[in-house]
């Protein structure tokens, strides 16, 4: 990849990241979303898909953790027995050619695997739990680890069976509540749409208000079954229809990618026939034990995708170009366009990305442009429609300097040695610009997920000079905030606790939350559990002992020299190092748990080499790090096995592990260690 492209991708995605946090709680937690629903998850599906496609975006913000929104304070919290996670996104043939493949890799099979096709309706995911076939409670999504106790609500809803016959012990069924469009038509001056009026419906204090809406529900999955006895997805939504469940008439299987494309092209052109909106087909492997194999990410099953319907397109002109400043320093130019609905949204910003791109596509001010939504909050610039330009129009001219005034430059990518596309600021904290947006990431829900300190309130309290520096935040004037217009007693008491319960955080949340350039989620997951303790941590403030911690980073399976540079770079700017002592100062960093020690493999480090005959190399790093196991991604003295799978292994990795005595493990020995 060009360094143009990748910085130029860097700053798309950080842009429309950033954006995401704001919606996300909208749409989740008050299911009032700002923009359309399919603009919602196709925006997050994007950035999924682009942090997938290309891995050096987890090192900056990582999507994988990204699972609706923390559950109201309305309800009672329950976890879930099995989280309920998103869905990676599909937008066209190639995506859903690469899901294929992935799967086969991962479970390094050669045929063609089975997969379950199922509408994907724009509703309110709910699970609804079973024991000895009595109904016990249903719950929300939540955050996809705890949900919210709406069971009172769901049995108004007389799709769902109270009492099931001949059911397993313990049955966790999944489905989407939602309303038709028929029936919305009656209620529609209540509520801005379909999903709004479910949403709220579920969250009614009183049960009876609920009952008046004529909620509906698709089963769709399972959570917890004890005992599980079905073989496949297909097999499983056949019995929740004999429990009398309504189950979508159009599920089905596919197998290759041209069913999967006809089956997508045949729902789409149905889709304004149906009663109910749909945004999507969801593709699910059919065979549970593959399910179980593949297992999820943070985020996501790797078993399943929603492959979304098209995107939309519109034209306008362009009033002005104008340039913002991200937390890591990106100049981004943004075009200001002439308000036009797309999609059902009005849209009046459109993202250039790069000095680049300008100059590529020669936009101007005055231009006429086709902008494409294909879940972008801020759309992207498609083309421009040169025969409608004015002649008197002038070719845009790239600012060389940050709106700090300081000079900005294109650094030198360590991987390609070429220039990045993306100009960046050449100061830190020193800029305002930058520092503000550091703050933005700093109370972002990854981060330290302060409600009630969004972006706006940054905003306000950094010109009002209440926070210039993350340690402001757990020192703020709660008195002088109580005078601000639109503040009173009880906003303020809600955000002194949530800034409060704040300042304990684990130390992978702090590491990514600092905001150190290509540390992502889970580059700060690896750096955690090579430090352990914030008091380790904190030795990278002595340069003599970062010196020593970058050399043993080497060895981590996930940290690069484009990391490792950056972390020095960080911690070598005495700003940086002093507000970050500052600011650890006002915490309670706790330290990361003690690995699994009743693994197999616990306190052992473990690298891989070459391919496996029974399992991708993924998946056996998966089962490594299930077992206790630290994975490495360099021989040395710290290494206690190297496993050598019998395709292309590295012959110098085998030979540099038998010259410092490294146990050499080959596949069968992997095998009959974990019992496999």
């Known amino acids: 990849m060009k360094n143009k492209d990748k910085i130029q991708i860097e700053a798309e995605y950080k842009r429309k990241f950033k954006k995401l946090l704001d919606l996300n709680k909208a749409y989740f937690e008050r299911d009032n979303p700002e923009v359309s629903d399919l603009d919602f998850d196709n925006l997050k599906n994007e950035l999924v898909k682009l942090s997938n496609k290309y891995k050096f975006l987890k090192k900056i913000q990582n999507i994988d953790n990204l699972v609706g929104h923390k559950p109201s304070s309305k309800f009672a919290k329950i976890k879930h027995f099995k989280p309920m996670l998103s869905l990676s996104n599909a937008f066209e043939k190639n995506d859903m050619v690469d899901f294929k493949?992935?799967?086969?890799?991962?479970?390094?099979?050669k045929e063609e695997i089975q997969l379950s096709s199922e509408p994907k309706i724009d509703g309110i995911s709910s699970t609804i739990r079973y024991e000895n076939g009595i109904l016990i409670y249903?719950?929300?999504?939540?955050?996809?680890?705890?949900?919210?106790?709406?069971?009172e609500n769901l049995i108004t809803i007389k799709d769902i069976p109270k009492k099931l016959n001949d059911a397993p012990k313990i049955l966790e069924v999944r489905g989407e509540v939602y309303i038709g469009k028929k029936d919305f038509e009656k209620i529609k001056d209540k509520f801005a749409n379909p999903r709004n009026a479910a949403g709220g419906s579920l969250r009614q204090k009183n049960s009876r208000e609920t009952a008046k809406i004529p909620l509906r529900f698709f089963a769709y999955g399972s959570g917890e079954i004890k005992p599980n006895t079905f073989e496949n997805q297909s097999d499983f939504l056949k019995k929740l229809e004999r429990w009398g469940f309504p189950v979508n008439s159009l599920c089905t299987t596919v197998n290759t990618i041209d069913e999967i494309e006809k089956n997508h092209s045949k729902l789409e052109s149905l889709r304004s026939d149906l009663d109910y909106d749909v945004d999507g087909v969801v593709y699910k492997v059919n065979s549970f034990k593959f399910q179980e194999r593949l297992g999820s990410t943070s985020n996501s099953p790797r078993w399943a995708i929603a492959y979304k319907f098209s995107s939309v397109k519109a034209t306008s002109k362009i009033r002005?170009?104008?340039?913002q400043v991200g937390r890591t320093g990106a100049i981004t130019p943004v075009a200001k366009i002439d308000p036009v609905t797309v999609g059902g949204v009005v849209v009046s910003n459109a993202t250039l990305h790069n000095e680049d791109e300008i100059n590529r596509k020669d936009v101007r001010v005055g231009d006429?442009?086709?902008?494409?939504?294909?879940?972008?909050?801020?759309?992207?610039?498609?083309?421009?429609?040169?025969?409608?330009?004015?002649?008197s129009s002038k070719k845009f001219i790239f600012p060389d300097k940050c709106l700090c005034g300081s000079l900005t430059k294109k650094e030198i990518n360590i991987s390609t040695k070429k220039k990045d596309a993306v100009s960046r600021c050449t100061k830190g904290y020193e800029c305002d610009f930058i520092a503000k947006e550091k703050l933005k990431h700093i109370v972002s829900k990854d981060a330290f997920e302060i409600e009630g300190l969004g972006k706006k309130v940054i905003d306000n309290f950094w010109e009002l000079k209440l926070i210039k520096t993350p340690a402001d935040i757990f020192s703020l004037d709660y008195k002088k905030i109580e005078k601000l217009e639109g503040w009173g007693k009880l906003s303020v008491r809600n955000l002194q606790n949530a800034?409060?319960?704040?300042?304990?955080?684990?130390?992978?949340?702090?590491?990514y939350s600092i905001g150190i350039r290509h540390i992502g989620q889970e580059n700060a997951k690896i750096l955690s559990n090579f430090f352990k303790k914030p008091k380790k941590f904190s030795e990278l403030f002595n340069q003599k002992k970062r010196n020593e911690i970058l050399k043993n980073l080497e060895d981590?399976?996930?940290i690069g020299d484009t990391q490792i540079k950056s972390i020095n770079d960080f911690f070598s700017n005495k700003t940086n190092s002093q507000i970050t002592q500052s600011l650890m100062l006002s915490l309670n960093i706790k330290d990361i748990p003690k690995v699994n020690k009743t693994g197999k493999l616990s306190n052992k480090s473990v690298m891989f080499t070459g391919g496996f005959e029974k399992m991708s190399r993924s998946e056996a790093k998966a089962l490594a790090e299930e077992n206790g196991a630290k994975i490495l991604g360099t021989v040395s003295k710290k290494l206690d096995y190297l496993v050598i799978g019998n395709s292309k292994p590295?012959?110098?990795k085998i030979e540099k592990a038998k010259e410092l005595k490294v146990n050499i493990m080959t596949e069968k020995n992997w095998y009959n260690l974990l019992n496999r």
């Open 499 to 511: 800034i409060n319960k704040s300042k304990n955080i684990v130390l992978d949340k702090f590491i």
């Open 650 to 652: 590295t012959r110098k």
């Open 101 to 109: 493949k992935k799967i086969n890799n991962f479970l390094n099979h």
């Open 320 to 323: 002005k170009i104008i340039i």
């Open 368 to 391: 006429i442009i086709t902008i494409q939504r294909a879940g972008d909050v801020i759309p992207q610039v498609l083309s421009v429609d040169k025969s409608k330009r004015d002649k």
């Open 556 to 558: 981590l399976d996930g």
């Open 138 to 151: 249903g719950l929300s999504r939540g955050d996809g680890t705890f949900g919210e106790d709406i069971t």
